[in-house]
């Protein structure tokens, strides 16, 4: 594998389609730069810390940081610590800790959810098998807990505290909704669970490294929390795209493997004959596929169900997360960081359009 140099910091933020949409105006423009050198600060760190002498250990867990990345969990903790400091080590190295926690997720995520695609490129246990892409993960794991132990026992705790909020979602959505569980409250709680608690971490990590107010973390936890199941339930929307250009993965990856999303579980609540038929279409496709059909065989009702109502529904359920999301930022004193917060926020729900 050909090593990339790390990208810089106007690309990053160039990457996300953030220049224009979150650090809008003149205004802006300095906090943007801020952002963009702190980003490539972290960049350069992931570059050092993803090193590991074993050649198969370094070149498996470089595998999906090198296939690129939004970077987003470190850029909420470089802008939450404007309201402090400013882009101290702590942060930066709070930061990358984050983002390498995110990347191990992502191999034992695939693995569980038997992924062929993570960033538009063959997922890691699809190139070196399961055992492989999860020890690549545990690395991972490993190396943001080192760096965490460099910034003192309340890192540590918060990163012990997101790891367990991860393991438990990922735990929850294996077994599924139980006897007496709403399965949409439940699902609500698993993305909280799998992808707020580490957004939410990295908003906290940007005011505790930067000695900002403390009474900005409760709400900036609940802030990037929020954010986070809105960006899941819009990634719901996206996976369900014709393009896989878009979200880097087979379209339907997750319907496909049995895993609900949310538009599949507003299907199951919707009561009309035509509903009734095409979740009950997706339920044996997803069984055949499970006994070695080939997975092509519900291009049609995952096609049918990106045009039915309830993923529209589902999109509008991601703009309320993100309305939620932006009342917390209620406490934050008027300006260009919390103007970019609102804006990050809006962000996450209009990726797609």
Known sequence: MISRPPATGPRLVSRLGLTERVFAGPRARRLADEIEAGLERVEQNLAVELRVADVLADT??????????????????LLTAQLGDGTTDAVIAGATALEITHLGSLYHDD???GADMRRGVPSAHAVWGNNVAILAGDLLFSRASQIMATLGTRAIAVQADTFERLVLGQMHETVGAQAGDDPVEFYL???ADKTGSLIAASAR????????????????????????????????????????????????????AGVPTMPYLLLARAGDPASRALKAAIDDGVARIADGADPGILDDELTRLREHPVTEATRALAVEWSDRAIERLEVLPHGVVREALERFAQFVVDRSQ
């Open 60 to 77: 498996a867990t470089r595998y999906l940081y090198e296939a690129g990345g939004k970077r987003i969990r470190p850029m909420l903790a």
């Open 205 to 256: 990590f940007g005011v505790i490294f930067s000695d900002a107010p403390a009474e900005f973390e409760t709400p900036l936890v609940e802030y990037g929390e929020q954010v986070g199941v809105a960006f899941q339930l819009l990634d719901d929307v996206i996976d369900l795209s014709a393009d896989p250009e878009e979200t880097g993965k087979v379209p339907g990856t997750d319907l496909r």
């Open 111 to 113: 693995v569980m959810d």
């Open 189 to 191: 709680q698993v993305l």
